[in-house]
């Protein structure tokens, strides 16, 4: 069973950084395979939104507009693990951040397109 495990959320000040990892288990993690990885956030009484997204198998990553410049992803095959790297952190971040797994399909932006999901981790960012 494919399992993500997100890690690394907190809380910080305007302006601070975190990083976020997602473990990956129960499927094959390498660059022979094309699997989207992608991160959503949801806010309190908002949509989820995806922020960012990469594919296991190539270079290409994606980060949304609000997060463009401030954001950014990448991966680790040996550790089966992707990460969020989130400089110049604003309040309006604030959300709790998934990861999820798209196996063999394209990186949509839509959650329902995702096939599993982690348990989430918080990112509190105060003024």
């Known amino acids: 069973q494919v399992q993500l495990v997100e890690s690394g959320g907190g809380s910080v000040q305007a302006g601070g950084s975190l990083r976020l990892s997602c473990a990956v288990s129960?499927?094959?993690?390498?660059?022979?395979?094309?699997?989207?990885m992608g991160w959503f956030r949801q806010a309190p009484g908002k949509n989820r939104e995806r922020v960012a997204a990469l594919y296991t198998g190539n270079d290409w990553t994606n980060v949304a507009d609000s997060v463009k410049g401030r954001f950014t992803l990448s991966q680790d095959n040996a550790k089966s693990t992707v990460y969020l790297q989130m400089n110049s952190l604003k309040p309006e971040d604030t959300a709790t951040y998934f990861c999820?797994?798209?196996?063999?399909?394209?990186?949509?932006?839509?959650?329902?397109?995702?096939?599993?999901w982690g348990q989430g981790t918080q990112v509190t960012v105060s003024s």
């Open positions: 129960g499927m094959t993690y390498s660059s022979s395979t094309h699997n989207c």
């Open positions: 999820a797994v798209t196996i063999g399909g394209y990186c949509s932006t839509r959650e329902a397109d995702f096939d599993y």
